[in-house]
């Protein structure tokens, strides 16, 4: 296994708390929760409001349109990221109001390239038997 | 309960080399930073009631020295660990769960000798929320703030990489730093990028170390005292907000620091403006201006400047991390215990770039990426009222 570290990139391992939102990303969708007691949306999937505490919460599908909130350029690879380096690891700010990280892709990795608030939009890309959301410039607006 | 001032740290050390140590455990590093404290407070192994350590389990360190503690605290939560352990020992001190708490700090960061295994879970949330984005290590994750905090407050990459600058300044007269050569904002500038915006410059070292504590009563610190000055206990605060750094609430703010930083000037009753000395956990350049505008010490969006005029350098109105910090010291992974190391040191009148007449200094620990903070107010018996 640790020679596969090299060649892989790492896989998000499902929790049952998880299921629903990778079952989503496998199928072209991002799914995030909200809060039917106090109305706000939020991420990282959990069974509870980190807002309100309440439990009374349900799935929905995003829109997947986004803006770039933050980001650094990694110039040393993690595995599976060799032949990417330096490649962008960033935070998206979803038009629901949530924030998740994610990778920039279809646009060059530079600085003069990722502007911050630039407006994105979801793809998804294969990690492993996975599927995880990453963002891609979003052209009308 | 009154906490201020009823502990005092009276035993203080670090491991004899600090550094590149290829030749000595995680473990011995506890070990022999735990009995050069004890020695240092005056005191034997068996006065010590009480065994706090991060890293490793407090249950072997203690029995690798040789002691069955009734106290113990494995409090783990990233490089501020050992400053949450001076504060639950001086609650503890103080509700008379123990009487003498020893605190031990030894890493083989760089060495990596005795290290427990990385372990990477991908069914945590950063395995299945950040790592599929290739992160690796401090570098992509900590810094991610930075950008945001550069369009909001208009910091630039001089200003930022003026805190190393400032803090090789320190280190300069501080033999024992890992680094002491001069450093220009160009040389910062010129170094290879790590993680945009960060450079090599602007990253702590990576090294090999240890450090302890022994912390007592206030009352036993006078009834009993020890070669050396005690230093009090005045004020604490810990807090937690996150374990990742996506979901920071405000990538341009440690909400950590705020509240950590709040209750410890709560519990002291002194504020930013009676603090002589500063230290600021930096892992990375950016972390010593979130904590001086967290702190309070500046308002927001000030410290990048505040930093590059040189009010934290020496001969500065504010003395910031003058043992040359994370980024000229040393850097073991938990490096909070340097910081109150050089606390006590400025506290006891016995740093190598002294600073005259600290009465009252501060420790700011940060734990993880922004995870976790800690805060000390420790000072002299002078600043105590005893």
Known sequence: MPNDDHQHKPAPKPT????????????????????????QAYFYPRPSCPHCFSTDVSWERASGRAQLHTYLISHRPAPGFADEVPYAIAVVELEEGPRMMTNIVGVEQTPESLVL???????????????????????ES | MNVRAGSAIVGAAETTRIGVVPDVS?????????????????MKM??????????????????????????????TVGGCSFLLHVRHAAAAITAGLCEVVLITHGESGRSRLGMPPRVADPTSPQGQFEAPYGTLGPPTMFPMGVLRYMKEFGLTHEQLASVPVAQRKWAANVPRAMFREPLSIEDVLASRLIAYPMHLLECCLVTDGGGALVVTSAQRARSMPGPKPPVYVLGTGEAAETPLV???????????????SASAFAEAGVGPQDVDHLMVYDAFAHLPIYGLEDLGFVGRGEAGAFIAEGHTSPGGSLPMNTNGGGLSYTHTGMYGMFLVQESVRQLRREASAQVP????????????????????????????GV
């Open chain 1, 16 to 39: 049952p708390e998880t299921e629903h939102y990778w079952e989503g990303t496998k199928l072209g969708e991002l799914r995030i929760q909200r809060c039917r007691a106090c109305g």
């Open chain 2, 26 to 42: 995680a473990l011995e590093m506890h070990a022999e930073s735990a009995r050069l404290a004890v020695a240092d407070a005056g």
């Open chain 2, 246 to 260: 996506s979901m920071m609430e405000d990538f341009t703010t440690s909400k950590a620091f705020r509240l950590s």
């Open chain 1, 117 to 139: 608030d630039m407006a994105l939009e979801v793809a998804f890309e294969p990690r492993g038997d996975q599927s995880v959301p990453v963002f891609r410039p979003r052209n």
């Open chain 2, 46 to 75: 068996t006065d010590i009631d009480g065994v706090a350590a991060a890293g490793l389990s407090p249950i072997a360190v203690a029995h690798y020295l040789g002691i069955a503690p009734t106290y113990v605290d494995a409090t």
């Open chain 2, 357 to 384: 007449n600290v009465e009252i200094s501060l420790a700011q620990g940060v734990g993880g990426m922004f995870m976790a903070a800690g805060t000390l107010i420790l000072g002299t018996a002078a600043a105590a």
